[in-house]
């Protein structure tokens, strides 16, 4: 991670420079630049706004760049756009192949910490609360030792939809009948998250784990929601046991980070309209 370590330095000196120079008028110049005069960067469709993100017209204008979200990423998953990426300049966004959010921090810190809530936390808030109040029905909550909080973050983390996961059957292993041994990125690999078996709780890196798998199903199995968002599903035409996205996936990416076929056999289509929640 030390080479993440140093983007997040260089992410925190971008943010602070972006401060520095008045940068919400300069976004908003550098936004003109691009719509009107200057060189048109195609948007890759795995750069996705960051959990709880409002419409992609507001965002833009609204958020200051401060690069606040950045800092608090335990796993460093959101960057700052540069010039050439196809997004606004300065804006966070989340490069989902290289490094997911794999919703490690626990509580949506990212939505939290954001000053200007174009990462709005509202919706977040609310669901929690309900899930809570359902809780209670049921349970007592008021119990020693008993932790709100463990039943808020699972509503709070089924509401985000930073996009869904679509699998290509043209490069999918899983629907060509194959399995997958080894590890699936290259050995350099930095990319970290927790997967759902890790004892620690905590994330690790991906180039440390390995698989062995009949038929592959790393999407399915490393997924940190489970099988609300996707699961291994039989194929009614063709037999083969193949990865089913369902209506729970959040679009976090994970099964995009993992996936190891050459060019990722899964990506998320981003929410365009909606706001990403
Ligand atoms: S919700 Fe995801 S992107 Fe946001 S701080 Fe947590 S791990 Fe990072
Ligand atoms: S990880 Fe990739 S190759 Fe494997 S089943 Fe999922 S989409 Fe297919
Ligand atoms: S299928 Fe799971 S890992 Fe993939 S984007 Fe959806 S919630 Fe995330």
Redesign the pocket.
């Known amino acids: 991670m030390a080479q993440n370590k140093d983007n997040s330095r260089r992410e925190f000196i971008k943010s602070a420079s972006i401060a520095i120079a008045g940068l919400t008028l300069l976004g908003g110049g550098v936004s003109y630049y691009n719509k009107v005069a200057g060189p048109q960067f195609t948007r890759q469709p795995r750069f996705l706004r960051?959990?709880g993100a409002i419409d992609e017209e507001t965002f833009v204008y609204a958020c200051i760049k401060c690069g606040l979200?950045v800092q608090?990423?335990?796993?460093e998953?959101?960057k700052l756009a540069d010039l050439d990426e196809g997004l606004d300049y300065g804006t966070p966004y989340?490069d989902v192949r290289e490094q997911a959010?794999?919703?490690?921090?626990d509580s949506?810190?990212?939505?939290e910490t954001c000053p200007t809530a174009v990462l709005d936390f509202n919706p977040f808030e609310l669901a929690g609360g309900e899930a809570l109040k359902e809780y209670s029905k049921t349970h007592d909550a008021t119990k020693p030792g008993f932790n709100p909080f463990s039943v808020q973050i699972v509503a709070m983390k089924s509401i985000v939809k930073m996009g869904i996961a679509k699998v290509n059957e043209e490069s999918c292993l899983a629907h060509q009948g194959k399995g997958f041994k080894g590890n699936p990125r290259a050995a350099n690999f930095e990319g970290i998250y927790r997967s759902p078996d890790s004892n620690s709780g905590k994330p690790s890196p991906l180039s440390d784990k390995t698989f062995d798998r009949e038929i592959c199903d790393l999407c399915v199995t490393e997924c940190p929601i489970g099988e609300t968002a996707i699961i291994m599903a039989n194929d009614n035409k063709t037999g083969m046991i193949i990865p089913q996205v369902l209506d729970g996936c959040t679009g976090c990416g994970v099964c995009v980070m993992v996936c190891p076929t050459k060019k990722e056999s899964i990506i998320i289509e981003p929410i365009k309209e909606e706001s990403h929640v």
Request: net charge negative; proline share 16%.
């Open positions: 960051p959990p979200c608090i990423c335990p796993v998953a959101i989340i959010c794999d919703f490690s921090c949506l810190q990212c939505v």
